[in-house]
């Protein structure tokens, strides 16, 4: 695995025992085999790399879940509102 230094990153998608992140500050995606990362993980997840220890940001990951709720309702109203879709 390429070392990935410190850093934050966020979980894109899993699948097939892969996990592509995408570092927060850079928007570079890398994959990585998913048995590396703390159980449990999903997508969305907020993870922070300390040398070769992982761990989930849980309120990082809850912040930006509760974001992208509040957007998507905001737009549901809003196509709610423009006719018969």
């Not at 809850?62 to 423009?82: N, Q, T, V, W």
Request: proline share 1%.
């Amino acid at each position: 695995m390429e070392d990935l230094g410190d850093a934050r990153f966020v979980v894109d998608r899993m699948a097939g025992g892969v996990a592509t992140l995408e570092r927060l500050t850079t928007l570079e995606s890398v994959e990585i085999s998913a048995a590396d990362l703390p159980a449990g993980i999903r997508d969305g997840a907020v993870l922070i790399k300390t040398g070769e220890a992982w761990s989930v940001d849980e309120k990082e990951t809850a912040l930006r879940a509760d974001a992208i709720k509040k957007k998507f309702d905001r737009l549901k109203k809003r196509l709610g509102k423009s006719g018969d879709h």
